[in-house]
């Protein structure tokens, strides 16, 4: 049954198979629709806020400035047309969609001040200053709903890509592995090509179908009904070798997905610049110091004292808590290394009970974790409080002291102990090239579920690419992770 092709196409195999293209499913139909009419929402909420905020009330010198709450949608729509937020290429996952809608706002607030400034029109400020904000911001929050709905679709299998692998087998059956975790990418893996017919290891332990070698590519998509085709680094498939895949792909719209040896330092970093003709992709250094790192260190220290103020009442109710429900402080320091392989003392909520330390050799042998953290779903050292404070991750709210101090950031790789980073292998120190930080890409990607193996991987890919919309982004990743209990011991 899954050689037959869908019903009403006609595929052809050949230098020049096709597939009539019906358009985009209807899944991506309702998403487009629904990012498109969140931006027009935020667009008149925006230009409402600041009529109101700055006028109040309508009269005949305010009257222009109520024609916003008509021409702002359109205005916003057509920016963010122009700052390429629509494109497929930078919606469902990452954070570049974040970072376009960002340009827009800056774009647009730049071209209001240039035109008001170059005609004399009296615009106002404010009206300004605080409609576009507010618009951007919408679209933001909108767009993570509407991408937090689209992974939880995907989390049930649906609202997903079908896809062909092409590589080596041992690659093969790691990017499947990894895909199956990661579902939140939407890509669910149909079907595999090698360079030999059968396969002959890794892969024996999957339930993947090996369509044939690599000249049975077209043959496999059109089988499986696939719409990518992601393409393994191999010898057997040089320049020409794709050039002619991507012809035969080309008319049946099926997306054709290069996995470069470069992914966890690519984005903004790689650029291709033509050498006599010959493309050359250019890898600039990773950018860990100068005013990027500043503002970083300024919006750090600013969020974790607006932080501490707005939750001191849980703060001290925490530590209330604590000490009437087991003897000892309710605060726990331990030494942890910081930026540099800087020690400094960390502060959490004390979770466990005094004698944790002595009774951990005799639950060694009960570890869960994978690497040189110790980790157990029910660790018996833990106090009944202390999982109610590890299950939403209040124990790591004093941390914000030490983001306070500057020995921490917000966003950043864990903070390792001493003995983990004794352990380290040489590519592990990287994560010591930045401060550590209260959350980050491993925990709002599964947090103690994760193996070792990957949540450095997720460190080590935050210190190549951090910038502040990354930063915004896991922020928002984080209340999310907070409220799910998976992970959370």
């Not at 639950?363 to 040189?372: F, P, R, S, T, Y």
Request: proline share 5%; glycine share 8%.
């Amino acid at each position: 049954m899954h050689d037959l092709p869908a019903k009403g196409r006609v595929y052809s195999i050949g230098p020049q198979a096709t597939r009539p293209y019906g358009g985009p499913p209807a899944w991506q139909r309702k998403y487009f629709a629904g990012i498109i009419g969140s931006d027009i929402a935020a667009g008149v909420i925006g230009a409402a806020l600041a009529f109101y905020a700055r006028f109040g009330h309508l009269n005949d010198g305010t009257r222009i400035y109520a024609l916003a709450l008509i021409a702002m949608p359109a205005v916003w729509i057509a920016v963010l047309g122009l700052s390429r937020a629509f494109e497929k290429r930078y919606l469902f996952v990452g954070t570049e969609e974040y970072q376009r809608i960002v340009h827009a706002a800056v774009a647009l607030t730049a071209a209001v001040a240039i035109v008001s400034y170059g005609l004399e029109l009296p615009t106002s400020r404010v009206f300004v200053l605080i409609a576009i904000p507010t618009a951007a911001a919408g679209s933001i929050i909108a767009r993570f709903g509407w991408r937090k709905w689209l992974h939880h679709m995907r989390r049930d299998g649906r609202c997903m890509k079908r896809v062909v692998l092409v590589g080596h087998e041992s690659s093969v059956a790691a990017l499947i592995v990894q895909l199956r975790r990661e579902h939140y990418h939407g890509l669910k893996v149909v079907a595999a090509c090698l360079p030999t017919e059968k396969p002959r290891g890794a892969l024996l332990d999957f339930d993947t179908r090996v369509r044939g070698s690599f000249d049975r590519i077209a043959e496999a998509v059109a089988a499986e009904r696939a719409d990518t085709v992601i393409v393994l680094g191999c010898p057997e498939i040089d320049g020409q070798a794709l050039r002619r895949l991507a012809w035969k792909l080309e008319r049946s719209e099926v997306d054709l997905i290069v996995a470069s040896a470069l992914v966890d330092v690519a984005g903004d970093r790689t650029t291709v610049r033509p050498v006599d003709g010959l493309p050359m992709l250019h890898l600039d250094h990773a950018r860990l110091t100068g005013v990027r790192r500043l503002a970083k260190d300024a919006v750090d220290r600013i969020g974790a004292a607006m932080l501490l103020l707005a939750l001191s009442p849980l703060l001290l109710s925490a530590a209330f808590l604590i000490r009437c429900t087991s003897p000892g402080p309710a605060l726990f320091k331990q030494e942890r290394i910081g930026k540099d392989g800087q020690p400094f003392t960390i502060w959490k909520f004390r979770t466990m009970h005094l004698d944790a330390e002595r009774r951990l050799a005799d639950i060694a042998h009960l570890n869960e974790g994978d690497g040189v953290l110790f980790k157990m779903k029910d660790d018996p050292r833990i106090t009944a409080v202390g999982k109610y404070l590890r299950r939403f991750s209040i124990d790591e709210f004093p941390q914000l002291v030490n983001v306070l101090r500057g020995d921490m950031s917000l966003v950043g790789p864990r903070p390792p102990l001493a003995i983990e980073v004794a352990a380290y292998e040489s590519d592990m120190r990287r994560r010591l090239a930045v401060k550590p930080g209260m959350t980050g890409l491993w925990q709002v990607s599964g947090r103690s579920d994760l193996p070792w193996e990957e949540a450095v991987r997720l460190d080590l890919r935050y210190v190549e690419h951090w910038n502040l919309s990354l930063d915004f982004v896991i922020l928002l990743r984080t209340v999310t992770a907070i409220l799910r209990p998976q992970g959370a011991y």
